[in-house]
């Protein structure tokens, strides 16, 4: 079955630092998206990428989605202590299926 | 607007106890889903619906039950709990028209003892 692979599963990174996660499928994808969970709380969806090839940008967070739609990616520029939480990925084929996530801890 | 409610937010229970989690939700939304969630397994899909009086099975269905009698409402039964359905439960949901983003409600933590 469809098969979403996220890395790293942990991220230590002090304050100011960048950070990027990786998000791989086993199938081409429909679209893919990205949430953030803070601690203790729930998902809250961040961007839907569709288009082979995309690159989007909410401030300091830029998205993208590989040219094969396989393979996705979230960087953050100069991380903040707000940046806590876990991000996940999610890709589209028949259903959305989340990748395992990718917990990031940032020491001020 | 509360957006996606989830009752209750925390149970324990006795293996072999059953328990209902009421999900509803106040944007009108035809999908709705029931996801668990366990440490460093991300977000798996238990049961799905498309529509009022219809459901689906997700990822991991076994040992659930699911009823969509109206559209707002979508429960999630156990029937006779089990320590490995020990989780947090979220449900989500999401309208016919694509962004395709999906609303979370709170969560639900249960311990099945």
């Known amino acids: 079955g469809q098969q979403v692979m996220q890395i790293p599963q942990y991220q230590h990174v002090q304050e100011g630092e960048d950070f990027t996660t990786y998000c791989n499928s086993s199938t081409t994808l429909s679209n893919i998206q990205w949430y953030k969970q803070r601690p203790g709380g729930h998902p809250v969806f961040l961007i839907q990428l569709v288009k082979s090839g995309e690159v989007k940008k909410q401030k300091r967070l830029t998205f993208q989605f590989g040219e094969a739609k396989k393979n996705s990616s979230l960087h953050i520029t100069a991380t903040q202590t707000t940046d806590v939480g876990t991000y996940f990925c999610?890709?589209?084929?028949?259903?959305?299926?989340f990748g395992g996530g990718t917990r990031l801890m940032v020491k001020p | 607007n509360a957006g996606v409610t989830q009752t209750p937010k925390f149970r324990v229970l006795k293996t072999g106890q059953s328990m209902t989690l009421l999900c509803a939700q106040d944007?009108?939304?035809?999908?709705m889903y029931w996801y668990r969630q366990d440490p460093g397994m991300g977000l798996r899909l238990i049961h799905y619906?498309?529509?009022?009086?219809?459901?689906a099975k997700g990822e991991v269905p076994d040992g659930y039950n699911v009823s969509r009698l109206k559209k707002q409402n979508f429960l999630l039964g156990l029937e006779s709990a089990a320590p490995s359905q020990t989780s947090v439960y979220f449900c989500a949901s999401r309208s016919t028209e694509n962004t395709g983003e999906l609303f979370f409600g709170e969560g639900s933590r249960l311990t099945v003892l």
């Open positions: 944007m009108n939304h035809e999908y």
């Open positions: 999610a890709g589209l084929l028949h259903m959305l299926t």
């Open positions: 619906s498309v529509g009022e009086g219809t459901t």
